[in-house]
């Protein structure tokens, strides 16, 4: 897909050397220029470079009226080294100025964090808190040993807020020590809230001993407490349970026939399902929906990945209702702890089962999470919730016709089919998107492709995937893209591909002409600001029907298309395949138009079935090796 929009023609092969994802914006500094007579420097790059010899202490920069407590108002001011104490001293008041005085002095980082360590010493109770919480802040960014001893020491604190704040900002910390000092912390504390915040910590430095330590604490009668602590258990076996590893049996075949949703995007479903073996039953959705396929996995679940159109594949479990007392968690954790759920489970996971749980419609719902994980825990303590480290991803579908729900066991496995992706380009096409266009295209080996947006060459590439073609042509308006194009088409072990800088509007491919344009044009939203997608369209249209050869075929992604059905006809394009598809907040229309116009107003080399002698470059291409496949 293209990253600009129109420009000069230019025929070219070679392209310059850029990235295909833009860097983020980076200050330069200008060269310090001294005056001789003044003794400053000339521009602001060199005042910066100057502050920072100076130690940021050039006061006599600012204003006569300048306040510290009015300039920490903007959001955008930079303090300098010398303001950090009086900084410190807003932060532990806790008044009007506070938050202001902290985000600036966030700015400053480990030398604030000093400052504010050096005035604990001698503060009162109510700032010391309050300076303990700023420094858990600096030391969650910055990975300082005196910044963790600092924190682990005030685990001590006279202040149980201060103890608090500091359990809290530990608990992100982690380590050996860490947890060691929150066991005994806990262990010793008498605190109510104090002790929730220690347990909540441990939880998330996981390991051994912080399982220990909240299996043996007794919470007391304190309900919080014991909430607390049985969320912090389950959050620390299941990190001290890391060390082993978990993975997804993809080459192992299924034990019997078992039920399978193959997910796409939104108006895929009938390519997708026509891309599957026919042995497993692909059918579509019988809501309708043409987002899915359903299907019967026979043999390994391996062989799904040959849909290129697919997005990603889960085994569906039996709805379960909804119980009042109980609620969605409960249902899901019957769901999940249901002998289909555990044969599915034991069979295809290697290692511990590790699990986490999303929901189909979106949302965190973390209290339901954790009542379901809670429930699941109890039920069958071998199946483990880790949302950081899954093996599974249990997909709550909450159904709408009925109140019950339906889990789908979704396994957490490395793709292998777009290992080629090593560059990207913005608005780049997704390689699902770019398999469905070579899907309705079709493949011929005398086809000559061009891609007049090829962005970063993915449409190319799966062409390349799907069988043998005589020449390939990429054009685009962007260098970077262009480079990204080349170095793609090279991990699927293509050198020779044309690649050239272009306009998709005004280009005219050199020798043999097209048989076949694919492409995902820009929609507009990113990369056509401010020109008029209706005649940007009909150009393309008009200019691309014109250098392709009579029977040639355009697979194309259309924004428009109404207008792109009107265009067609008054050009001669006939309308094959057409096909509504959801492309991620709008809707657009993948279409297949065949060039129906006579050969009479250009003088091709040849027609898309004309006999040629095949050169040794031809001869040779056939379908390559999948990148990552052996």
């Known amino acids: 897909m293209d990253t600009s929009s129109t420009g000069c023609a230019e025929c070219s092969g070679g392209v310059g050397v850029g990235k295909g994802i833009p860097r983020s914006k980076q200050w330069r500094k200008s060269p310090r220029a001294v005056s001789s007579r003044r003794g400053r420097t000339a521009s602001r790059g060199g005042a910066r470079r100057a502050q920072g010899e100076r130690g940021q202490d050039m006061t006599a920069r600012r204003a006569p009226d300048f306040r510290l407590e009015e300039a920490i108002r903007d959001p955008g001011f930079s303090p300098r080294r010398s303001d950090a104490a009086a900084l410190v001293e807003l932060v532990a008041e806790e008044g009007e100025h506070t938050d202001d005085a902290e985000r600036s002095l966030l700015r400053l980082g480990l030398e604030a964090a000093r400052v504010?360590?050096?005035?604990?010493?001698?503060?009162?109770?109510?700032?010391?808190?309050?300076?303990?919480?700023?420094?858990?802040?600096?030391?969650?960014?910055?990975?300082?040993?005196?910044?963790?001893?600092?924190?682990?020491?005030?685990?001590?604190?006279?202040?149980?807020?201060?103890?608090?704040?500091?359990?809290?900002?530990?608990?992100?910390?982690?380590?050996?020590?860490?947890?060691?000092?929150?066991?005994?912390?806990?262990?010793?504390?008498?605190?109510?809230?104090?002790?929730?915040?220690?347990?909540a910590a441990l939880g998330k430095t996981g390991g051994d001993e912080a399982a220990r330590a909240l299996r043996q604490l007794d919470t007391g009668g304190d309900e919080l407490l014991a909430r607390a602590t049985a969320k912090a258990s389950l959050m620390a076996q299941r990190?001290?349970?890391?060390?082993?590893?978990?993975?997804?049996?993809?080459?192992?075949?299924?034990?019997?026939?078992?039920?399978?949703?193959?997910?796409?995007?939104?108006?895929?479903?009938?390519?997708?399902r026509d891309e599957i073996d026919v042995r497993l039953a692909p059918r579509l959705a019988p809501d309708g929906r043409e987002d899915r396929v359903l299907a019967t996995l026979v043999g390994p679940p391996e062989r799904l990945f040959d849909a290129r159109t697919m997005l990603f594949f889960g085994f569906p479990l039996p709805p379960v209702p909804l119980d009042p007392s109980g609620g969605v968690a409960e249902a899901v954790a019957r769901s999940l702890t249901s002998p289909e759920a555990l044969r599915?489970?034991?069979?295809?996971?290697?290692?511990?089962?590790?699990?986490?749980?999303?929901?189909?419609?979106?949302?965190?719902?973390?209290?339901?999470?954790?009542?379901?994980?809670?429930?699941?825990?109890?039920?069958?303590?071998?199946?483990?919730?880790?949302?950081?480290e899954s093996t599974w991803e249990a997909l709550v579908h909450e159904l709408p016709d009925r109140p019950a729900i339906e889990v789908e066991l979704c396994p957490r496995v490395e793709d292998p089919r777009f290992t080629y992706r090593e560059r990207d380009v913005p608005a780049a096409s997704h390689p699902t998107i770019?398999?469905?266009?070579?899907?309705?295209?079709?493949?011929?080996?005398?086809?000559?492709?061009?891609?007049?947006?090829?962005?970063?060459g993915t449409e190319l590439c799966e062409r390349v995937l799907a069988g043998p073609y005589e020449r390939l042509l990429g054009t685009d308006m962007s260098a970077a893209a262009l480079e990204a194009a080349r170095q793609n088409l090279a991990a699927v072990g293509i050198e020779d591909a044309v690649l050239a800088r272009g306009d998709a509007l005004s280009?005219?491919?050199?020798?043999?002409?097209?048989?076949?344009?694919?492409?995902?044009?820009?929609?507009?939203?990113?990369?056509?600001?401010?020109?008029?997608?209706?005649?940007?369209?009909?150009?393309?249209?008009?200019?691309?029907?014109?250098?392709?050869v009579p029977g040639g075929r355009i697979a194309w992604i259309s924004p428009l298309p109404a207008q792109s059905a009107r265009a067609a006809r008054e050009l001669g394009l006939e309308r094959a395949f057409v096909q509504r598809l959801d492309m991620g907040g709008f809707d657009a229309e993948l279409q297949l138009l065949i060039n129906r116009r006579r050969r009479n107003e250009r003088d091709f080399d040849r027609g898309p079935s004309a006999p040629r002698e095949p050169t040794r470059a031809s001869e040779r291409r056939g379908r390559p090796r999948a990148p990552g496949r052996r």
């Open 116 to 199: 504010a360590m050096e005035r604990v010493r001698t503060a009162e109770t109510k700032p010391r808190a309050r300076l303990v919480a700023f420094v858990g802040k600096i030391a969650t960014e910055q990975a300082e040993p005196e910044l963790s001893a600092f924190l682990i020491g005030a685990l001590g604190d006279a202040d149980p807020r201060a103890r608090r704040f500091a359990a809290n900002a530990l608990g992100k910390l982690r380590g050996p020590e860490v947890e060691s000092a929150l066991a005994a912390a806990l262990a010793a504390e008498n605190d109510a809230p104090a002790r929730r915040a220690m347990a």
């Open 239 to 272: 990190t001290a349970g890391r060390e082993v590893p978990s993975t997804f049996e993809v080459h192992k075949p299924a034990a019997s026939p078992v039920p399978v949703v193959l997910h796409c995007r939104a108006g895929l479903g009938p390519i997708l």
């Open 344 to 388: 599915l489970l034991e069979h295809f996971t290697s290692g511990p089962i590790r699990f986490r749980i999303a929901w189909a419609g979106g949302g965190k719902r973390r209290a339901s999470i954790w009542r379901a994980a809670e429930a699941i825990a109890a039920a069958n303590p071998k199946l483990v919730n880790d949302p950081t």
């Open 434 to 456: 770019a398999a469905a266009l070579v899907r309705i295209a079709g493949v011929r080996a005398d086809d000559v492709v061009w891609d007049p947006f090829v962005g970063s």
């Open 507 to 548: 280009f005219v491919p050199r020798g043999a002409p097209p048989t076949v344009v694919l492409t995902n044009p820009p929609m507009g939203r990113r990369v056509l600001r401010g020109i008029d997608l209706h005649e940007f369209f009909d150009r393309f249209l008009a200019h691309v029907a014109e250098v392709l």
